[in-house]
């Protein structure tokens, strides 16, 4: 596969297949769902909370046949805690929500693709340093997590996106430098849309030997450094 350079998005692995479900009762046994239990509009919020603990209650306590879940309406922690209960799951995308603690996430050890979206309560990654199977990881949004050190223990990552929150705030995420990329030399696609660096030495990046793909944010520092890496495409 040939080497791309570009300023482009990222080429995630996660998608949406499987149906949009609103109540559990709408759920038929698929391995693919997209969860849709929150932001109801047409609901009371006694019905809303109703349908939430539901499927709180299913996913907490039943053995389901899930293999991925794609969430694009608002998480909550209680909901989030829920969802890693169900230990066969490859794949999780996550929009958005409030869900500081992700603790619970260690229990999901098949993971493969995981994306998870603006969760500006979110401060450690690092529960995600014992993903052993992980191969995407797209932290989307997560403008307060400063710290990447714990992806030297994900031997099988390939992917990785870190960005800044691009919709609602227009934050970046800033990270003191990226020296953690030295410790992951098996990466093979890397995004870091919006990301500033203190150090603003974009440097580590060579450290990636089977990088194939690359997107950087528009920033002066980064056109400054751009001959680097002229010599991958």
């Avoid at 500006?120 to 191969?135: E, F, N, R, Y």
């Avoid at 929150?165 to 870091?192: A, H, N, T, Y």
């Amino acid at each position: 596969m040939p080497f791309s350079y570009n300023f482009g998005e990222f080429p995630g692995q996660t998608n949406n297949q499987g149906p949009k479900l609103i109540s559990f009762s709408e759920y038929n046994g698929e391995a693919d769902i997209e969860l849709m239990c929150t932001q109801l509009d047409n609901k009371t919020a006694k019905e809303q909370s109703k349908i939430v603990d539901e499927w709180c209650d299913h996913l907490s306590n039943d053995t389901l046949p899930l293999k991925s879940i794609w969430m694009e309406t608002r998480i909550s922690q209680k909901i989030f805690n829920a969802i890693c209960k169900q230990t066969s799951l490859t794949s999780l995308w996550v929009k958005w929500g409030l869900y500081p603690d992700l603790s619970a996430i260690r229990q999901l050890t098949n993971l493969e693709h995981l994306h998870l979206g603006n969760g500006t309560s979110i401060t450690d990654l690092s529960p995600v340093a014992g993903l052993q199977k992980l191969k995407t990881l797209e932290s989307d949004g997560l403008v307060n997590v400063h710290d990447y050190s714990f992806l030297s223990s994900l031997t099988a990552l390939q992917d990785l996106d870190i960005e800044g929150d691009g919709f609602s705030s227009m934050k970046p995420v800033k990270l003191p430098d990226l020296k953690f990329l030295e410790s992951i030399p098996w990466l093979q696609r890397l995004c870091l849309k919006m990301v500033k660096v203190d150090d603003k030495d974009y440097s580590p990046i060579l450290k990636l030997t089977d990088l194939k793909w690359l997107s950087l944010p528009h920033y002066k520092e980064v056109q400054q450094q751009e001959h680097l890496f002229k010599h991958l495409t």
